[in-house]
Nanobody, 127 residues
C-alpha cells in the first residue's frame, strides 16, 4: 500500500507560480512511477507530468517549459514546480504512484496504471 498527501495548492494570478508537494509513505516498490494529474471543471483527468525512479521525466505538451517535476527519493517527496501559470491550469491536482510492474507492463510511466492516489489539492489561476 501507498499513502499520498498533497499540499501547496492555492489561488494565484496568471503569470504566477506555485509549488505542489506530495508526501509518500508505504511500500517503495509501489512508487517506481510517480505522477501529477489534474482534472478541471467538466473535464476529464489528464496526466501532467511523470517521473520514474531513475529520474526520467515526461510532460504534457500544455505544460512543457513551465512545469518541472522532481522527486526526493530519500524523503519520498514528489514536487511540481509550476511557473507562468494560466487560467487553463485551474484544476484539482492529484499525486499518484505506480509499481515497477505497472511501468514494465505499460512501457513507461506515462501510460502506466496508477492504483494509488492522493486526495488532491486545488489550484486556481485567475486572469
Amino acid at each position: 500500500q501507498v499513502q499520498l498527501v498533497e499540499s501547496g495548492g492555492g489561488s494565484v494570478q496568471a503569470g504566477g507560480s506555485l509549488r505542489l508537494s506530495c508526501a509518500a509513505s508505504g511500500n517503495r516498490d509501489n512508487m517506481y512511477c510517480m505522477g501529477w494529474f489534474r482534472q478541471g471543471p467538466g473535464e476529464e483527468r489528464e496526466g501532467v507530468a511523470h517521473i520514474d525512479n531513475a529520474g526520467r521525466t515526461n510532460y504534457a505538451d500544455s505544460v512543457k517549459g513551465r512545469f518541472t517535476i522532481s522527486k526526493d527519493n530519500t524523503k519520498n517527496i514528489l514536487s511540481l514546480e509550476m511557473n507562468s501559470l494560466r487560467p487553463g491550469d485551474t484544476a484539482m491536482y492529484y499525486c499518484a504512484a505506480a509499481s515497477v510492474r505497472a511501468y514494465i507492463t505499460a512501457g513507461g510511466c506515462r501510460s502506466a496504471r496508477y492504483p494509488y492516489w492522493g486526495q488532491g489539492t486545488q489550484v486556481t489561476v485567475s486572469s
